[in-house]
T-cell receptor
Framework: DSGVTQTPKHLITATGQRVTLRCSPR?????VYWYQQSLDQGLQFLIQ???????AKGNILERFSAQQFPDLHSELNLSSLELGDSALYFC???????????????FGEGSWLTVV | GNSVTQMEGPVTLSEEAFLTINCTYT??????LFWYVQYPGEGLQLLLK?????DKGSNKGFEATYRKETTSFHLEKGSVQVSDSAVYFC?????????????FGKGTKLSVKP
């Protein structure tokens, strides 16, 4: 158990809908990351927050957005869903902002999203 | 840009066989290197890491040495078990940088037969 908690574990929704994925980081971790794992694209970094502020953006679509709240939990909002958005979405956390030596990133078990 | 290249799978071995999964990287600066493992139906788990050249990461019988001269971080295990069946991901991050993200290889699926 990494200490990163994600909900829901599984989600099935229709095209055009909007969903919210939730993540609670490990106790004390200030950085939260979102990754998408799909068969064709592999593991891709979406976005990072540090202590409530956006720090880095990867291949995140405009239809997707995220935020980190004062209690450090994070939500990933996916809207106008398409079939191709079906994937496993991982949240991860780490104590610090950068990736300096020792700042290991720990992953949750992921949220399976199926768009039908 | 930074990238990670892993040997393509799947890799199928018999129990107690020797395992090598090749990983090479391209990066600016001095990245930290990681191996993550994903067991069936589960999330990513950190297997081992190395943060500077010539460091050896090890865990659960797996080892990988950070080779700057060959830009490699190959994963090895002397005697695999059925329970090692999983997908293995090599990843890198910059040692010092404003971005905190990992760049992953495409993963290598390992199947160990009894």
């Amino acid at each position: 158990d990494s200490g990163v908690t994600q909900t829901p574990k599984h989600l099935i929704t229709a095209t055009g809908q909007r969903v919210t994925l939730r993540c609670s980081p490990r106790s004390g971790d200030l950085s939260v990351y979102w990754y998408q794992q799909s068969l064709d694209q592999g593991l891709q970094f979406l976005i990072q927050y540090y202590n409530g502020e956006e720090r880095a953006k990867g291949n995140i679509l405009e239809r997707f957005s995220a935020q980190q709240f004062p209690d450090l939990h994070s939500e990933l909002n996916l809207s106008s869903l398409e079939l191709g958005d079906s994937a496993l979405y991982f949240c991860a956390s780490s104590p610090r902002q950068g990736t300096s030596a020792g700042n290991t990133i720990y992953f949750g078990e992921g949220s399976w999203l199926t768009v039908v | 840009g930074n990238s990670v290249t892993q040997m393509e799978g799947p890799v199928t071995l018999s129990e107690e066989a020797f395992l090598t999964i090749n990983c090479t990287y391209t990066a600016t600066g001095y990245p930290s290197l990681f191996w993550y493992v994903q067991y069936p139906g589960e999330g990513l788990q950190l297997l081992l890491k190395a943060t500077k050249a010539d460091d050896k990461g090890s865990n659960k019988g797996f080892e990988a040495t950070y080779r700057k001269e060959t830009t490699s971080f190959h994963l090895e295990k002397g005697s695999v078990q059925v329970s090692d069946s999983a997908v293995y991901f090599c990843a890198l991050s910059e040692r010092v940088g404003s971005q905190g993200n990992l760049i992953f290889g495409k993963g290598t699926k390992l199947s160990v037969k009894p």
